[in-house]
């Protein structure tokens, strides 16, 4: 079989971000700067440079931005004051808060103060529940959505395949299934959700049409897992020791790559698959919010 196509998500975004550039301009024309604020609360070195790369990707797409930092030690009643400042502040559209937490904090509580309307991770329950029923006003989370996209933008027919999807986290495994299960573009799929108690998972994994890894570790999915010829997509992004790496580390998808790009028909690369389609949709859903407050 000749290797796996690769998937590039790099690619895919800087499409995306250009086709996002009319959609500000526009309500810039309307007097309307979509903002965004991300909020990070210690000092997680991952989250500093996700957080960097959000307000980096903000002024490259002319949206305005704000980076709130807070120390490891900030009170929940601290963060929360914060939100509830962002939630009023009419320049901001969009606010995300930055996971995990400091264990001081309790994300639950967190994600319900965020005002549904600007929840552009789309983890409050109100999202969640719009996204679960299909309704268009509700927030996707990024990284399901960004999956998404990247299977519409490369041909990968997904009406009436069957999704295996790995990982059932609130953040990705359980938004993908539901974006998966709609009636429309990138959905129409049979899909199965397998997890840590799954029995036998290889044997579920093999019967995918397409395979989304969303799990947490590294290399986990080995080319016998995977059915011949199925679509692999890789969310897994650990930082793994690295002493050849000039950082020390390198990221780490939850695919051993090497042998499933032997096996697969299309694969994405860690980095530069799912990773760069994250922010995008983020993106997305900050202009989103941005209309739906002006509408
Ligand atoms: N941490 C890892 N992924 C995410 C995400 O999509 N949103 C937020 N807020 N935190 C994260």
């Not at 996700?50 to 990707?57: D, E, F, L, Q, T």
């Not at 004051?81 to 996971?99: F, K, M, S, Y």
């Not at 690369?269 to 739906?292: D, E, R, S, W």
Request: net charge neutral; aromatic share 4%.
């Amino acid at each position: 079989m000749s290797p796996a196509k690769l998937i590039d998500g790099t690619e895919i975004s800087r499409q995306m971000r250009s086709e996002l550039a009319p959609a500000i301009a526009a309500l810039k024309a309307k007097g309307v700067n979509p903002g965004l604020a991300v909020v990070l609360v210690g000092e997680n070195p991952a989250s500093q440079v996700y957080v960097r790369m959000k307000g980096k990707a903000c002024e490259e797409a002319g949206i305005y931005s704000e980076t709130v930092l807070l120390p490891d030690d900030t009170p929940e009643a601290r963060l929360l004051a914060e939100i509830d400042r962002l939630n009023a502040d009419p320049r901001i559209h969009g606010i995300l808060v930055q996971l995990p937490l400091p264990k001081q904090i309790e994300e639950h509580r967190v994600l319900l103060r965020v005002a549904p309307a600007k929840d552009v991770d789309g983890f409050h329950p109100e999202n969640v529940g719009k996204v679960v029923l299909g309704d268009p006003t509700g927030f996707r989370p990024a990284t399901p959505f960004g999956v998404q996209q990247l299977l519409i933008r490369s041909g990968v027919e997904t009406k009436g395949a069957h999704v295996v999807i790995v990982g059932r986290s609130n953040l990705v495994g359980r938004p993908m299934a539901a974006l998966l299960l709609q009636d429309g573009p990138g959905g129409n799929a049979t899909v199965t959700t397998c997890h840590s108690r799954t029995r036998d998972i290889g044997s579920v994994t093999r019967q995918a049409d397409i395979l989304i890894v969303a799990m947490g570790k590294p290399r986990f999915i080995t080319a016998d897992m995977i059915r011949p010829g199925a679509v692999v997509i890789d969310v897994g992004t650990t930082r793994v020791d690295d002493p050849k790496s000039e950082k020390g580390f390198r990221l780490s998808g939850d695919v051993d790559f090497d042998g499933a790009k032997g096996v697969a028909s299309a694969i994405t690369p860690v980095p530069g698959g799912v990773g760069p389609m994250t922010i995008t949709m983020l993106l997305y859903n900050t202009v989103q919010a941005a209309k739906q407050w002006t509408a």
